[in-house]
Protein backbone atom coordinates (compact mmCIF):
# COMPACT_ATOMS: atom_id res chain seq x y z
CA UNK A 1 0.00 0.00 0.00
CA UNK A 2 0.80 3.78 0.00
CA UNK A 3 3.62 4.91 2.08
CA UNK A 4 3.73 8.22 4.55
CA UNK A 5 4.08 11.13 1.27
CA UNK A 6 5.37 14.47 1.93
CA UNK A 7 5.41 17.75 -0.67
CA UNK A 8 7.02 19.35 -1.76
CA UNK A 9 10.30 17.17 -2.28
CA UNK A 10 12.33 20.59 -1.84
CA UNK A 11 11.90 24.36 -1.25
CA UNK A 12 13.52 26.87 -1.94
CA UNK A 13 12.41 29.78 -0.35
CA UNK A 14 13.29 33.57 0.57
CA UNK A 15 14.58 34.65 4.05
CA UNK A 16 11.36 36.27 5.56
CA UNK A 17 8.54 33.86 3.83
CA UNK A 18 6.38 31.89 5.15
CA UNK A 19 6.54 27.99 3.89
CA UNK A 20 3.60 25.38 4.29
CA UNK A 21 4.67 21.44 4.11
CA UNK A 22 2.51 18.58 4.44
CA UNK A 23 2.00 15.35 5.25
CA UNK A 24 -0.21 12.77 4.01
CA UNK A 25 -0.13 9.33 6.48
CA UNK A 26 -0.66 6.06 5.59
CA UNK A 27 -4.14 5.03 6.03
CA UNK A 28 -5.61 4.41 9.30
CA UNK A 29 -2.58 5.71 11.26
CA UNK A 30 -3.74 7.58 14.03
CA UNK A 31 -0.22 9.00 15.50
CA UNK A 32 1.73 11.66 12.91
CA UNK A 33 5.11 13.21 13.98
CA UNK A 34 7.34 15.49 13.06
CA UNK A 35 11.14 15.67 12.94
CA UNK A 36 13.52 17.99 11.58
CA UNK A 37 17.23 16.74 10.21
CA UNK A 38 20.13 19.03 9.90
CA UNK A 39 22.88 18.27 7.33
CA UNK A 40 24.89 14.90 9.28
CA UNK A 41 22.89 14.94 12.57
CA UNK A 42 20.15 13.32 13.87
CA UNK A 43 16.08 13.70 14.10
CA UNK A 44 15.25 16.68 16.01
CA UNK A 45 11.74 15.74 17.45
CA UNK A 46 9.14 18.73 16.89
CA UNK A 47 5.68 17.62 17.25
CA UNK A 48 3.44 14.72 17.44
CA UNK A 49 -0.66 13.83 17.17
CA UNK A 50 -2.44 11.35 18.46
CA UNK A 51 -5.68 12.03 16.23
CA UNK A 52 -5.96 15.56 15.82
CA UNK A 53 -4.58 16.53 18.76
CA UNK A 54 -1.13 17.48 19.71
CA UNK A 55 -0.41 16.71 23.64
CA UNK A 56 2.81 17.90 23.27
CA UNK A 57 3.96 20.94 21.57
CA UNK A 58 7.15 21.96 23.52
CA UNK A 59 9.65 20.43 20.49
CA UNK A 60 8.70 23.02 18.69
CA UNK A 61 11.65 25.92 18.05
CA UNK A 62 9.79 28.66 18.32
CA UNK A 63 6.26 30.23 17.77
CA UNK A 64 7.61 30.76 14.04
CA UNK A 65 6.16 27.51 14.01
CA UNK A 66 2.95 25.69 13.72
CA UNK A 67 1.63 22.55 12.17
CA UNK A 68 -2.19 21.11 12.48
CA UNK A 69 -4.09 18.20 11.48
CA UNK A 70 -7.67 17.86 10.09
CA UNK A 71 -9.71 14.72 10.32
CA UNK A 72 -6.93 12.89 11.33
CA UNK A 73 -5.32 12.63 8.20
CA UNK A 74 -3.63 14.99 6.61
CA UNK A 75 -0.91 17.06 8.90
CA UNK A 76 0.56 20.79 7.59
CA UNK A 77 3.81 21.94 9.10
CA UNK A 78 3.75 25.97 8.62
CA UNK A 79 7.27 28.27 9.48
CA UNK A 80 6.56 32.00 9.28
CA UNK A 81 9.55 34.08 8.71
CA UNK A 82 11.72 31.98 7.41
CA UNK A 83 15.24 32.40 8.88
CA UNK A 84 18.21 30.31 7.60
CA UNK A 85 18.82 28.60 10.32
CA UNK A 86 15.07 26.53 9.65
CA UNK A 87 17.34 25.09 6.58
CA UNK A 88 16.98 21.33 7.02
CA UNK A 89 14.79 18.06 5.98
CA UNK A 90 11.47 18.12 7.79
CA UNK A 91 10.55 14.12 8.23
CA UNK A 92 7.05 13.33 8.59
CA UNK A 93 6.14 10.06 9.96
CA UNK A 94 3.40 7.91 10.77
CA UNK A 95 2.45 4.59 13.59
CA UNK A 96 -0.25 2.79 14.15
CA UNK A 97 -0.82 4.05 17.75
CA UNK A 98 -3.24 2.43 18.90
CA UNK A 99 -3.18 4.06 22.66
CA UNK A 100 -1.65 7.13 23.88
CA UNK A 101 1.09 4.52 25.99
CA UNK A 102 1.11 2.06 23.09
CA UNK A 103 5.01 2.47 22.45
CA UNK A 104 6.04 -0.86 20.56
CA UNK A 105 4.92 0.69 17.08
CA UNK A 106 7.24 1.62 14.65
CA UNK A 107 7.56 4.79 12.93
CA UNK A 108 6.75 4.80 9.03
CA UNK A 109 9.15 7.64 7.47
CA UNK A 110 8.33 9.90 4.18
CA UNK A 111 11.14 10.83 2.23
CA UNK A 112 11.03 14.76 3.79
CA UNK A 113 10.91 18.08 1.93
CA UNK A 114 14.43 20.04 1.48
CA UNK A 115 14.04 23.21 2.71
CA UNK A 116 16.49 25.80 1.74
CA UNK A 117 15.76 29.34 3.38
CA UNK A 118 18.58 31.67 1.20
CA UNK B 1 21.02 15.83 26.33
CA UNK B 2 21.20 13.06 23.84
CA UNK B 3 19.69 9.91 24.04
CA UNK B 4 20.84 7.41 21.71
CA UNK B 5 24.60 7.96 20.92
CA UNK B 6 25.96 5.91 17.77
CA UNK B 7 29.50 4.57 17.62
CA UNK B 8 31.42 4.95 15.38
CA UNK B 9 29.87 7.92 13.39
CA UNK B 10 31.48 6.13 10.27
CA UNK B 11 32.74 2.41 9.63
CA UNK B 12 34.14 1.40 6.23
CA UNK B 13 34.12 -2.19 5.56
CA UNK B 14 34.18 -4.70 2.26
CA UNK B 15 31.57 -6.17 1.49
CA UNK B 16 30.95 -9.68 2.66
CA UNK B 17 32.30 -8.58 6.08
CA UNK B 18 30.23 -8.11 8.95
CA UNK B 19 29.47 -4.88 9.91
CA UNK B 20 29.12 -3.49 14.09
CA UNK B 21 27.18 -0.76 15.34
CA UNK B 22 27.20 0.35 18.68
CA UNK B 23 24.59 2.73 20.39
CA UNK B 24 24.77 3.80 24.29
CA UNK B 25 21.65 5.92 26.28
CA UNK B 26 21.49 7.48 29.18
CA UNK B 27 17.51 6.71 31.25
CA UNK B 28 16.02 3.80 31.54
CA UNK B 29 13.92 2.44 28.40
CA UNK B 30 10.71 1.35 27.42
CA UNK B 31 12.17 -0.14 24.12
CA UNK B 32 15.34 0.32 21.70
CA UNK B 33 14.71 0.84 17.79
CA UNK B 34 17.05 0.65 14.82
CA UNK B 35 16.18 2.50 11.51
CA UNK B 36 18.36 3.01 8.14
CA UNK B 37 17.90 5.90 6.15
CA UNK B 38 19.49 6.12 2.39
CA UNK B 39 20.79 9.10 1.15
CA UNK B 40 18.35 11.29 0.34
CA UNK B 41 14.91 9.26 1.80
CA UNK B 42 13.20 8.97 5.16
CA UNK B 43 14.10 6.36 7.72
CA UNK B 44 12.75 2.78 7.71
CA UNK B 45 12.23 0.98 10.58
CA UNK B 46 14.57 -2.40 11.41
CA UNK B 47 13.90 -3.79 14.31
CA UNK B 48 12.63 -2.96 17.68
CA UNK B 49 14.17 -4.25 21.09
CA UNK B 50 12.43 -4.65 24.44
CA UNK B 51 13.86 -3.96 27.73
CA UNK B 52 13.50 -7.29 28.75
CA UNK B 53 14.89 -8.80 25.47
CA UNK B 54 18.54 -9.25 25.18
CA UNK B 55 19.05 -10.35 21.34
CA UNK B 56 17.15 -10.47 18.56
CA UNK B 57 17.51 -11.79 15.29
CA UNK B 58 15.66 -10.57 11.79
CA UNK B 59 17.13 -11.40 8.35
CA UNK B 60 21.16 -10.88 8.35
CA UNK B 61 20.50 -8.51 11.34
CA UNK B 62 21.38 -9.15 14.84
CA UNK B 63 20.30 -6.68 17.43
CA UNK B 64 21.87 -6.93 21.26
CA UNK B 65 20.53 -5.37 24.67
CA UNK B 66 22.15 -4.55 27.51
CA UNK B 67 19.96 -2.38 30.39
CA UNK B 68 22.70 -2.51 32.56
CA UNK B 69 25.70 -0.81 30.61
CA UNK B 70 22.31 1.32 28.81
CA UNK B 71 24.21 0.10 25.44
CA UNK B 72 22.55 -1.58 22.32
CA UNK B 73 24.40 -3.26 19.41
CA UNK B 74 23.11 -3.59 15.82
CA UNK B 75 25.64 -6.54 14.01
CA UNK B 76 24.91 -6.82 10.28
CA UNK B 77 26.42 -10.04 8.88
CA UNK B 78 27.55 -10.81 5.34
CA UNK B 79 27.35 -6.88 4.36
CA UNK B 80 26.23 -5.94 0.72
CA UNK B 81 26.89 -2.99 -1.20
CA UNK B 82 23.17 -2.15 -0.71
CA UNK B 83 23.69 -1.85 3.04
CA UNK B 84 25.36 1.39 2.36
CA UNK B 85 23.37 4.05 4.43
CA UNK B 86 23.13 5.08 7.54
CA UNK B 87 22.13 3.94 10.52
CA UNK B 88 20.62 5.51 14.09
CA UNK B 89 19.31 3.99 17.18
CA UNK B 90 16.01 5.62 18.93
CA UNK B 91 15.44 4.82 22.71
CA UNK B 92 12.31 4.74 23.76
CA UNK B 93 12.10 6.10 27.50
CA UNK B 94 8.37 7.43 27.78
CA UNK B 95 4.65 7.01 27.02
CA UNK B 96 3.88 9.24 23.39
CA UNK B 97 6.04 10.47 20.73
CA UNK B 98 8.45 13.17 22.94
CA UNK B 99 9.99 9.45 24.57
CA UNK B 100 11.56 8.71 21.41
CA UNK B 101 14.94 10.00 21.21
CA UNK B 102 17.18 9.18 17.71
CA UNK B 103 21.00 9.48 18.01
CA UNK B 104 23.31 11.40 15.17
CA UNK B 105 23.44 8.10 13.39
CA UNK B 106 26.32 5.82 12.10
CA UNK B 107 27.45 6.25 8.39
CA UNK B 108 28.77 2.64 6.99
CA UNK B 109 29.63 2.26 3.75
CA UNK B 110 30.61 -1.00 2.00
CA UNK B 111 32.71 -1.24 -0.41
CA UNK B 112 32.46 -3.91 -3.46
Known amino acids: GAGVSQSPSNKVTEKGKDVELRCDPISGHTALYWYRQSLGQGLEFLIY????????KSGLPSDRFSAERTGGSVSTLTIQRTQQEDSAVYLC????????????????FGNGTRLTVT | SQQGEEDPQALSIQEGENATMNCSYKTSINNLQWYRQNSGRGLVHLILIRSNEREKHSGRLRVTLDTSKKSSSLLITASRAADTASYFCASHSGGGADGLTFGKGTHLIIQP
Open chain 1, 49 to 56: FQGNSAPD
Open chain 1, 93 to 108: ASSLMLTYRDNNSPLH
